[in-house]
């Protein structure tokens, strides 16, 4: 029988905490790397006997492989602090593990909700690699979206865990923005350069993806509206990497003599860090 590590990484999780913390209690270890929280999300660790360890936000990638590291056993489980396994996920995780697992990782489907209710049960659902050994696997370095990168077979498994993050229109546009300003610096690395006709056709083909193929339509209003934003996000995406090369060019004869340069360095999740004096 395989013993299994569950790592999460927080900052002021306490709203949905509890819900993810109570549905992996039963795991041999719970790693948490926390980032100076200041919400009650301490207290919650403390309770569920978790190992908490203190660190400055790495970029997504690099905090979960440092939250990979603290832990004691070779299957890991990677759940966010606003996501919960359902009854049957765990219970064929726990079976999984009894018998001895067949691969090196196992994809897991997500039901997520959309706002005012969960997505439809029949909508196409995304799965993410989510158990695996870490022998076989690490993170990618990627500043947001980042997910492990097996070396060996991976399957996946049949029950889904629950996502909770979309809690409204709100708090998903800020999220978005962002993750946006962060993946400008993956797109860098890479040395991608947008041609702005992409802002024009790639955001209603994920209208359309979402949509229709994802079948979000079958969450009625909270689908059409979470698939509007999905396309604004990808928008936002190539927007800011087109921004970002245009201020680079001489653009200041495009101004007016003595117009001030108002633009604020920020992090991998768009906070400012270093504001225009």
């Known amino acids: 029988m395989e013993k299994l590590s569950v790592f999460i990484i927080t900052l002021n999780c306490v709203r949905t905490l509890g819900a993810c913390l109570e549905s992996v209690k039963w795991a041999d270890e719970i790693v948490m790397l926390d980032s100076a929280s200041t919400d009650g999300t ?30 004691r056993n070779n299957w890991v489980l990677h759940v966010d602090a606003d996501e919960m396994l359902s009854p049957a996920l765990q219970e064929e995780i726990r079976d999984l593990l009894k018998v001895g697992p067949g691969a090196d990782g196992y994809l897991i489907p997500r039901l997520d909700q959309l706002f005012w209710e969960m997505n439809h049960p029949r909508a196409r659902l995304n799965s993410q690699l989510k158990l695996f050994d870490k022998r076989r696997g690490r993170m990618n370095d990627m500043a947001v979206h980042s997910d492990p990168e097996v070396d060996g077979k991976v399957e996946k498994l049949k029950n889904v865990f629950y996502h909770f993050s979309e809690v409204d229109i709100h708090t998903k546009v800020e999220k978005i923005n962002g993750y946006s300003t962060g993946l400008v610096a993956d797109k860098l690395a890479k040395g991608q350069r947008p041609s702005p006709w992409i802002l ?18 079958l969450s009625g209003w909270a689908g059409f509206i979470g698939s509007a934003i999905g396309a604004f996000y990808a928008f936002l995406r190539y927007a800011k ?16 003599e003595g117009a001030p340069v108002v633009r604020d360095a920020r992090d991998e999740a768009g906070r400012i860090i270093k504001p225009v004096e």
């Open 42 to 71: 301490l207290d919650l660790a403390k309770k569920y006997g978790c190992s908490v360890y203190q660190t400055d936000f790495l970029g997504y990638g690099k905090t979960k492989q440092l939250a990979i590291d603290k832990t």
């Open 200 to 217: 024009v056709f790639y955001p209603p083909l994920v209208f359309l993806q979402q949509f229709f193929l994802q079948r979000n339509f």
């Open 241 to 256: 990497l087109y921004e970002h090369y245009r201020f680079e060019e001489s653009w200041t004869s495009r101004l007016p």
